[in-house]
T-cell receptor, first 115, second 112 residues
Framework: NAGVMQNPRHLVRRRGQEARLRCSPM?????VYWYRQLPEEGLKFMVY????????ESGMPKERFSAEFPKEGPSILRIQQVVRGDSAAYFC?????????????FGPGTRLLVL | KQEVTQIPAALSVPEGENLVLNCSFT??????LQWFRQDPGKGLTSLLL?????REQTSGRLNASLDKSSGRSTLYIAASQPGDSATYLC???????????FGPGTRLSVLP
């Protein structure tokens, strides 16, 4: 059973470009969480999604950021018109549809660098 | 708003030492607390989970304690090894929340 997969592992973008980060949850998991880790800081919650629904986006910046988890395919975190302050590691976690949401399995992260 | 802090920010010890990492949180209304390990360039691995009704959890050389009323948790690592070198993150899950609140981590180096 493969773990949570994220790609790309590293992404370099110039200011103003778009960044698309993908997360494939563990098999059978229908809950996905995105976190952002700025340099020298802890992880900060961004958004919690279930299939085709955004459950909690209280940690998501109001502009330029969006997330989706379609019925088929991976979850996507999209950052439009990236700025240098978006440079960070973005982690995805997944949990099963039943049971404890705090039993989250983390992916290896995508390191985004904005030049 | 829940806030989680960890001290020290970094720690360097010789191999074989016992050590304690500290975590503090401001809101005691937590459902549970977890300690994670983060290796450079990799994701997080859950080490120990303590439910709010528990006082401690043990796994091998690791022991985590929880004092919910005072908003504190400690992670005790016995007989440290170079392979323990990593960043250790503390995270709380609130009674009302649907996500973790993480501390900034303690970066541990165990020297051979």
């Amino acid at each position: 059973n493969a773990g949570v997969m994220q790609n790309p592992r590293h992404l370099v973008r110039r200011r103003g470009q778009e960044a698309r980060l993908r997360c494939s949850p563990m098999k059978g998991h229908s809950h996905v969480y995105w976190y952002r880790q700025l340099p020298e800081e802890g992880l900060k919650f961004m958004v919690y999604l279930q299939k085709e629904n955004i459950i909690d986006e209280s940690g998501m910046p109001k502009e330029r950021f969006s997330a989706e988890f379609p019925k088929e395919g991976p979850s996507i975190l999209r950052i439009q018109q990236v700025v240098r302050g978006d440079s960070a590691a973005y982690f995805c976690a997944s949990s099963p549809p039943t049971g404890l949401q705090e039993t989250q399995y983390f992916g290896p992260g995508t390191r985004l660098l904005v030049l | 708003k829940q806030e989680v802090t960890q001290i020290p920010a970094a720690l360097s010890v010789p191999e074989g030492e016992n050590l304690v990492l500290n975590c503090s949180f401001t809101d005691s209304a937590i459902y549970n607390l977890q300690w994670f390990r983060q290796d450079p360039g990799k994701g997080l691995t859950s080490l120990l989970l303590i439910q709010s009704s528990q006082r401690e959890q043990t796994s091998g050389r690791l022991n985590a304690s929880l004092d919910k009323s005072s908003g504190r948790s400690t992670l005790y690592i016995a007989a440290s090894q170079p392979g323990d070198s990593a960043t250790y993150l503390c995270a709380v899950w609130g009674n009302y929340g649907q996500n973790f609140v993480f501390g900034p981590g303690t970066r541990l180096s165990v020297l051979p």
